[in-house]
C-alpha cells in the first residue's frame, strides 16, 4: 500500500541553523501539507501546497519557514533559522483532491530537537 | 475559527471492556469531521470521518463514532478492546470554504489497554 515518508525521522540542529525536512507523498496525491506537533500539545496545520504554490498558510508559518517541490516527488520544509521553539514533530501529509472531506495520508514525521 | 476539545488526555481500560473517547467541537461553519489513530512510531491513520448522512459512523478495527449536532460532540467507541487498540487517538475538524482543507486537532487522547 502507498505510504508517505519522511526523512530523516529525527534530527538535532543548533539555534540559528537553517534545517530541510524532507517528504515523499504519495505518487498520485495533488495537495501537499505540513503540520507540527509541539510536545503535549495539538497537533497544528502550518501550511498546504497545490500546483507549484502555497494554498493556504497559518500564522506559524512565517518568512523563517519556505515550502518547495524541487522534483516530481519530494516535498520539503526549510526553517531557515532554527529557534528553541521549533523543536516539535513534524508531519507531513498529502491527499487527492476529491471534493471536500479528504482523507490526508500522513507521514511518521520527523522530530527536530533544537539546541 | 474552529477548535476541537478532547476531553481526555489519557484513558486506560482493561482488555475487552468497552470504550468511549470524546470529543466536542467548536465551529461558526459546517465541518466534516475525523478520528486518525497514531501507533508508536507511525505516522496518523484515518479511523473513520463524518461528511453527510446517517449520524453512526463505522470505521476501522471496529470503531465506530456518533455525530451529535446539537451537543458539537463526535465522541469514539468501541464495544471491546485489543491489546493492539492502544495508541494515540486525534479527532480532526475540516471547515467549509472555498479551497480550505486544512485539519484542526485536538491534542489527542492516549488509550493505553491494559491486560
Known amino acids: 500500500e502507498p505510504e508517505v515518508t519522511q526523512t530523516p525521522s529525527h534530527q538535532v540542529t543548533q539555534m540559528g541553523q537553517e534545517v530541510i525536512l524532507r517528504c515523499v507523498p504519495i505518487?498520485?496525491?495533488?495537495?501537499f501539507y505540513w503540520y507540527r506537533q509541539i510536545l503535549g500539545q495539538k497537533v497544528e496545520f502550518l501550511v498546504s501546497?497545490?500546483?507549484?504554490?502555497?494554498?493556504?498558510k497559518s500564522e506559524i508559518f512565517d518568512d523563517q519557514f519556505s515550502v518547495e517541490r524541487p522534483d516530481g516527488s519530494n516535498f520539503t520544509l526549510k526553517i531557515r533559522s532554527t529557534k528553541l521553539e521549533d523543536s516539535a514533530m513534524y508531519f507531513c501529509?498529502?491527499?487527492?483532491?476529491?471534493?471536500?472531506?479528504?482523507?490526508?495520508?500522513f507521514g511518521p514525521g520527523t522530530r527536530l530537537t533544537v539546541t | 475559527a474552529q477548535s476541537v476539545t478532547q476531553l481526555d488526555s489519557q484513558v486506560p481500560v482493561f482488555e475487552e471492556a468497552p470504550v468511549e473517547l470524546r470529543c466536542n467541537y467548536s465551529?461558526?461553519?459546517?465541518?466534516?469531521l475525523f478520528w486518525y489513530v497514531q501507533y508508536p512510531n507511525q505516522g496518523l491513520q484515518l479511523l473513520l470521518k463524518?461528511?453527510?448522512?446517517?449520524?453512526l459512523v463505522k470505521g476501522i478495527n471496529g470503531f465506530e463514532a456518533e455525530f451529535n449536532k446539537s451537543q458539537t460532540s463526535f465522541h469514539l467507541r468501541k464495544p471491546s478492546v485489543h491489546i493492539s487498540d492502544t495508541a494515540e487517538y486525534f479527532c480532526?475538524?475540516?471547515?467549509?470554504?472555498?479551497?480550505?482543507?486544512?485539519?484542526?486537532f485536538g491534542k489527542g487522547t492516549k488509550l493505553s489497554v491494559i491486560p
Open positions: 501529509a498529502s491527499s487527492v483532491p476529491s471534493g471536500r472531506g479528504n482523507e490526508q495520508y
Open positions: 505518487s498520485n496525491h495533488l495537495y
Open positions: 501546497f497545490y500546483n507549484n504554490e502555497i494554498s493556504e
Open positions: 465551529s461558526s461553519v459546517s465541518v466534516y
Open positions: 463524518y461528511l453527510s448522512g446517517s449520524t
Open positions: 480532526a475538524v475540516e471547515a467549509s470554504g472555498a479551497g480550505s482543507y486544512q485539519l484542526t
